[in-house]
């Protein structure tokens, strides 16, 4: 069965910054592209950073130069290293893939940043 899970979220001061992981099992990671989104209260889920299979990668201009998502095949997961976080970033994050014609997400990590 393939999995995504995420993890690293968490409680961060204004400023700060934090780490995602996306593992990814059940199939061949490195055939794979992946993108995070994230989900504030109230608010519609949005695309975030996506990279191709090829590790080339693209951001939404909200977080383009505080965000980098990064990949790795040997550890057949997903990173977002996320700095000068604000407020406004706030959400549940979630990596996704489009596993054989189906998008597959993960179960999302919490991501609170206090101002």
């Known amino acids: 069965q393939v999995q995504l899970v995420e993890s690293g979220g968490g409680l961060v001061q204004s400023g700060g910054s934090l780490r995602l992981s996306c593992a990814f099992s059940?199939?061949?990671?490195?055939?794979?592209?992946f993108g995070w989104y994230r989900q504030a209260p109230g608010k519609q889920r949005e695309w975030v950073a996506g990279i191709s299979s090829g590790g080339s990668t693209n951001y939404a201009d909200s977080v383009k130069g505080r965000f980098t998502i990064s990949r790795s095949n040997a550890k057949n997961t997903v990173y977002l290293q996320m700095n000068s976080l604000k407020p406004d970033d706030t959400a549940v994050y979630y990596c996704?893939?489009?596993?054989?014609?189906?998008?597959?997400w993960g179960q999302g990590t919490q991501v609170t940043v206090s101002s």
């Open positions: 059940g199939s061949t990671f490195s055939i794979y592209a």
């Open positions: 996704n893939s489009n596993i054989a014609a189906r998008w597959l």
